[in-house]
């Protein structure tokens, strides 16, 4: 079963413009993180934001949490072409909080 | 190594035919994860070591499905008598045992399985 579940499924924008990714999760958590995938390979990690945090920022990238929704929201500010990308979050699962579980993920285009 | 390694980076086999992949995480991660990922579709959490403790095996498909780990170190997922809905990229990951609780990954490349 899946602990996060993004919305939308896909995404496309113009270079220069704000994307928006919801993510929301089934229980309660500790963290949740946000990975991008290229090309159907290897994930790489963006940002991390943990439960008693409401927003992170890390370059263009800002990351809200809302705990009492069990949501949370990935925006990329002033979109680029190598944006484009599969964005995926992930909340951990099982006790200890170490069992990761990704959602199905937003597929990002951002054209020129 | 500097990252997660994954071999092999593509395998076709047979229907029926056992198949092993092999990840090697990177030196001193004490958890190492297994994921599935079809083709368009999100990972789907196979397996999880974390250090000597039993490992959690809930995502495992089915009994067709195994995977070891010796230590900390190099880890094997054997699929055996491959079926066709088996085919997806098969995705490593390791990290740190976070002491407070956070735990952030990092992937290999993955192995793609294309069952015939």
């Known amino acids: 079963s899946q602990q996060g579940e993004e919305d939308p499924q896909a995404l496309s924008i113009q270079e220069g413009e704000n994307a928006t990714m919801n993510c929301s999760y089934k229980t309660s958590i500790n963290n949740l993180q946000w990975y991008r995938q290229n090309s159907g390979r290897g994930l790489v990690h963006l940002i991390l934001?943990?439960?008693?945090?409401r927003e992170k920022h890390s370059g263009r990238l800002r990351v809200t949490l809302d705990t009492s929704k069990k949501s949370s929201s990935l925006l990329i500010t002033a979109s680029r072409a190598a944006d484009t990308a599969s964005y995926f979050c992930?909340?951990?699962?099982?006790?200890?909080?170490?069992?990761?579980?990704f959602g199905a993920g937003t597929r990002l285009a951002v054209h020129p | 190594g500097a990252g997660v390694s994954q071999s092999p980076s593509n395998k076709v086999t047979e229907k029926g035919k056992d198949v092993e992949l092999r990840c090697d995480p990177i030196s001193g991660h004490t958890a190492l994860y297994w994921y599935r990922q079809r083709l368009g579709q999100g990972l789907e959490f196979l397996i999880y070591f974390q250090g000597n403790s039993a490992p959690d095996k809930s995502g495992l498909p089915s009994d067709r499905f195994s995977a070891e780990r010796t230590g900390e170190s190099v880890s094997t997922l054997t699929i055996q008598r491959t079926q066709q809905e088996d085919s997806a990229v098969y995705l490593c990951?390791?990290?740190?045992?976070?002491?407070?609780?956070?735990?952030?990954?990092?992937f290999g490349a993955g192995s793609r399985l294309t069952v015939l």
């Open positions: 990951a390791s990290s740190t045992q976070s002491t407070t609780g956070a735990n952030v990954l990092t």
């Open positions: 992930a909340a951990p699962s099982g006790g200890g909080y170490n069992k990761l579980i």
């Open positions: 934001i943990r439960s008693n945090e």
